[in-house]
Every structure is written in C-alpha cells, then in structure tokens.
C-alpha cells in the first residue's frame, strides 16, 4: 500500500478543497493511504474532511510573507508520515512541497488550477520553479495546460489534464422548487443566480449592470439570488441598490447545500474575470440548468456556446445582459440546454473519472 500526503494552503470552501475531498475519500483503500497537510489551519475547515477519518496534520504559519520555518517543519512532517509520494494543491502548497521534498527527497505531484497568472512575478518564479522540480504536473483544464506550457515548454512530457469531477448523485431526483420559499424568493418569477465568492474575480459589479440592462427590458417580474460571502458584500449590497435592483435582490450568503440552491433558479449566471475549471458551471449543468457565463479559463471546456449555454466576453454588462434575455425569454431552450448540460457531465465530468486518471498517475511514479 502507498501512502499518500496531501498537501494544501486551507482546507475551506473552494473549489480546490472541495476536489481534494473527493480524491480522498475515493482513493483505492486497498493500494492508498491518505493523509493531508494544511498550512492554514485557521481558516474555516470544511466540516466535510473530519468525516473522512484520515489524518490531518495541521501546519501554522508563523512569519508574515514567506514563511522558511514552514519548510523545515514541514520537512519535519514528511520524515514523520514517510508519505511515498507527496500531491500538492495549488501556488502555495506547490512552492512548499518543492523547497521540503529538497530537504527530504521523495517524489511530488503538482497541481494548477489556473489558466493565467494571478500571483506576483516574483511568486510566478517559484512557482515554475516547483512545477519543473515536481515528478509530474496535474491541471484541471486544457486552458491551464495551455497556459502552463505557453511560458514553459518543458513542462509537456510531465503534464496531464484531468478534470474536476462532480457526484452526479447528488443532482438526482431534485425537486422542482423546494427552496425558495426558504430562501425568500418569490415562486411565479424566474430567477436568475449567481453563486461564487464576492471578490474581483467573480466581478459582481459586471454582474449587476447587467442586471440592471435585464430590469430596463424585462421590467420588474424576475428575480436575483446571490449566493456567497466575501470582501465586496457590503459593497455590492449597495450597488445593487442603487442600480434599483435592491428589492430583486435576495444575498443568501455563504451555503453548503447547492443542489438545492440550484433547484431554486430558472439560470445562472457566472461574470468571472478568471477561472479554472469552475465547479459551479458543473454542478449547474449536473442540475440541469442552463448557463450564462465569460468566456475564461476552462469555462468554454465545459460550456459549449449555443448548446449547454452561452458565452460572452469578460467585463461588457450589455453583452451579459442579452444573453440573459435571451434564455429567460426562451423556457425551451433552457430545458434544452439544460439537458444537454447534464450529458456533458455524465460523459466526461465524474468523480470516478477524476479519481481513477489521478490514481494512474500515481502508479506510474511509484512503478506499479
């Protein structure tokens, strides 16, 4: 049996986290051993990973910035746990992982989850340096293949791509309306979502002009949940306001139970500025709803424009604003898209599938 650390910056309510949770608790238990390192532990744990009784070895910061003595300690970790093979999740983990599997030499699997650079040049540096030092390199699109290998070649030969996988199970038998009520949503409008933390990456502010757009056409008979907790909350509250949508509007906050989130709209809507491979656009498409999302990252991977929903460019409110009309103004083709969305997931997008391709790569390093 091989024993496997994972290691990861928090263990909170991301899409990273929320991956590396189904690779554990799906592992082979006959060929692997499990056990996670998270180097943040002060934030919010997902409540879901002390449910999967594998050791989690908690790794606090203690300088600000770059913090060296988390090296040696968490050199400290992989001479204790005798991991055969180390798998990090993400920049921060990914920069560690190298500078500790120096100290103690075992074999690293890297990830990136991006498709373009959102970290300092000096932090992009370390970064490359990790995935060129890493025995292999996972990334969960082929935008962020694409991206990775545009500045380094060398990557190709120890690169896969595999993708997020999603519990289809979990998206079975939904009940047509059971949340809205609770939710504070009127049940005869349409309702159109937005699900995703509040920060300038989801570019709610794109988000809600184009709202605005919607209101001037479809008057007032069609409503807003957004679903999400960040540092631009209390800013976008007051956006929303002003641009007269304040009473559409329903601010559900943070929520756990998305399935039944998503049984409440009639669409979603994602403005990212950036993504990977965005969970959200998947569980959606599990749940049958049509999407309206920016053309970025991995999101044309999942979403075929025209088919499973649309596409439109990043930052333009009016662009957003008429490929929403265009579905609440057509029931049809949002079951159709609907339906063909859930396809595209059970055809490419499961758990299994993600966890059986990552398996195999382990194998393969550790010779089995």
């Not at 799906?26 to 180097?39: N, W």
């Not at 595999?162 to 049940?187: E, K």
């Not at 998305?258 to 969970?279: C, F, H």
Request: glycine share 8%; aromatic share 6%.
């Amino acid at each position: 049996m091989w024993k496997i650390l994972f290691i990861i910056n928090q263990l909170s309510f991301g899409g990273a986290e929320r991956q590396l949770f189904h690779l554990a608790q799906e592992l082979d238990p006959q060929a692997f051993k499990a056990s996670i390192c998270v180097m943040t532990p002060s934030s919010e744990i997902l409540p879901a990973f002390s449910r999967l009784r594998i050791p989690i070895i908690k790794l606090k910061k203690w300088l600000p910035r770059f913090d060296f003595t988390r090296v040696v300690r968490l050199s400290r970790v992989l001479r204790s746990v005798r991991p055969d093979l180390v798998h990090s999740f993400m920049g921060t983990a990914n920069i560690y992982s190298w500078l500790a599997t120096r100290l103690v030499p075992i074999p690293f699997v890297a990830s990136e989850r991006n498709a373009e650079a959102q970290m300092t040049n000096a932090t992009l540096r370390l970064s490359d340096r990790a995935f060129l030092a890493a025995s292999h390199v996972i990334v969960n699109s082929q935008a962020g293949a694409d991206w990775l290998i545009g500045r380094r070649p060398d990557l190709q030969k120890k690169t896969s791509v595999i993708r997020n996988g999603i519990n289809l199970s979990r998206f079975n038998n939904l009940c047509t309306r059971p949340s809205r009520h609770s939710l504070g949503l009127r049940p005869d409008v349409p309702t159109i979502g937005i699900i995703g933390s509040l920060s300038q990456r989801k570019d709610h502010e794109t988000f809600f002009h184009a709202m605005r757009t919607v209101r001037q056409e479809w008057g007032d008979a069609f409503q807003i949940l957004c679903v999400g907790e960040g540092r631009l909350l209390a800013q976008m509250k007051t956006l929303a306001a002003e641009l007269g949508l304040g009473r559409l509007t329903v601010f559900a906050g943070r929520r756990s139970d998305v399935p039944g989130i998503l049984t409440a709209l009639d669409l979603l809507v994602l403005s990212s500025r950036w993504e990977g491979m965005p969970n959200v656009i998947m569980e959606a498409m599990a749940a049958r709803k049509a999407v309206v999302a920016t053309r970025v990252g991995g999101t044309p991977e999942l979403v075929a424009d025209g088919e499973t929903g649309l596409l439109v460019p990043v930052g333009q409110p009016k662009k957003l604003a008429k490929a929403t009309l265009r579905l609440l103004k057509d029931p049809s083709m949002r079951t159709r898209m609907g339906e063909l969305g859930r396809r595209r997931i059970e055809s490419g997008f499961t758990i299994d599938e993600m966890v059986r391709s990552t398996e195999s790569v382990y194998q393969r390093l550790l010779g089995g």
